[in-house]
């Protein structure tokens, strides 16, 4: 099993597992991804999550969008607007691809797990890669006008929007940890949460039975890196609609959208908390809600030199 394994989603996890393959060598890292914004559309299994963390491991992402293949063409979306199609979840000509693969193995019977590993395979990527789980769960966010939107909806088509009453999970009840998942914990030397969405990202993997009472059994070996920057203006617009959907769904669960909230929410399950240096005054505001704090620099995709971060994590 793997020394080191990850647990997150998302664009900002994705950028850190790039760099942490390359450091740490990718035969060490396993990484248990969140599957509950994954969607149906088109007739299509998209798992936006999966798809990103491949992406970046296998050097294809976009650098600037954050999501997607890099050099991609829309043709295919095009076409579907002009027909009158749903155009909303905007999939590339190249990314298309990757759905038509999954959406047949997983109709001939194939398991997320067994797709991932064969996606994994083909685009070169070295680490190990998991889903969180082969079951169906779904983080859906009841709006404080009254509706129930998938998670990418609330996101993408409705560009976070819309105030946020509650989150749910819908078939986290039922759902269980995919096949290597809890192995994979358990036998690690280091797990690290990583700089994800903490509720749409994060809750659904912490969710599924036995996972949290494993990070609690191995508390000291947890740290996670805080996704939330305070201290730095969003550098985009895509960057701005994530900050806005993570500040939106912590207000949800009575968190503030802070270092030191995303701290608590951890408390009890990690032992260090990585926080961008521009946070100044939230280690004293971490260090109160249980995990240590340590300052690094954050913002690997506005350039920063990862060393710090990388040394925060595996030591000099």
């Not at 190990?128 to 998670?151: A, C, K, N, S, W």
């Not at 039975?209 to 191995?218: D, I, M």
């Not at 968190?255 to 100044?280: N, Q």
């Not at 704090?293 to 990862?306: C, E, I, K, N, T």
């Amino acid at each position: 099993m793997a020394g080191i394994v990850g647990l997150g989603g998302g664009v900002g996890a994705s950028r850190l597992w790039r760099v942490l393959a390359r450091a740490a060598g990718p035969a060490r890292l396993a990484l248990v991804v969140n599957t509950a914004d994954d969607l149906r559309l088109h007739g299509l299994r998209i798992c936006p999550d999966i798809d990103t963390t491949l992406y970046a491991l296998a050097g294809r992402q976009d650098p600037d969008r954050g999501w997607g293949v890099r050099d991609e063409s829309f043709r295919a979306m095009t076409a579907l607007r002009d027909l009158g199609g749903e155009s909303w979840f905007s999939l590339g000509d190249l990314d298309l691809g990757t759905q038509l693969y999954r959406t047949g193995l997983l109709s001939s019977g194939s398991t997320l797990t067994e797709v991932t590993a064969r996606l994994t395979a083909a685009l070169g990527v070295r680490v190990r890669v998991l889903p969180m789980t082969d079951h169906d769960v779904t983080t859906m966010i009841t709006t404080t006008d009254g509706r129930l939107l998938h998670y990418e909806e609330y996101l993408v088509r409705e560009r976070a929007a819309p105030g946020v009453r509650a989150v749910r999970f819908d078939g986290i009840g039922t759902a269980a940890p995919a096949p290597g998942v809890l192995a994979a914990i358990e036998s690690a030397d280091l797990i690290i949460l990583g700089p994800s969405n903490p509720v749409a990202a994060m809750l659904p993997i912490l969710g599924l039975p036995g996972v949290t009472k494993a990070l609690e059994q191995r508390r000291d070996r947890v740290v996670a890196v805080s996704p939330v920057v305070a201290g730095i203006p969003f550098a985009d617009e895509g960057e701005r609609r994530r900050g806005e959907a993570r500040a939106a769904l912590l207000a949800a669960i009575n968190l503030p959208a802070s270092a030191s909230g995303v701290a608590r929410l951890y408390r009890d399950i990690c032992a260090r908390l990585i926080y961008d240096r521009a946070d100044e005054g939230e280690g004293a505001r971490i260090e109160a809600q249980g995990p240590q704090p340590v300052a690094a620099d954050l913002l690997l995709h506005r350039g920063v030199s990862p060393d710090s971060l990388l040394t925060a994590l595996l030591g000099s």
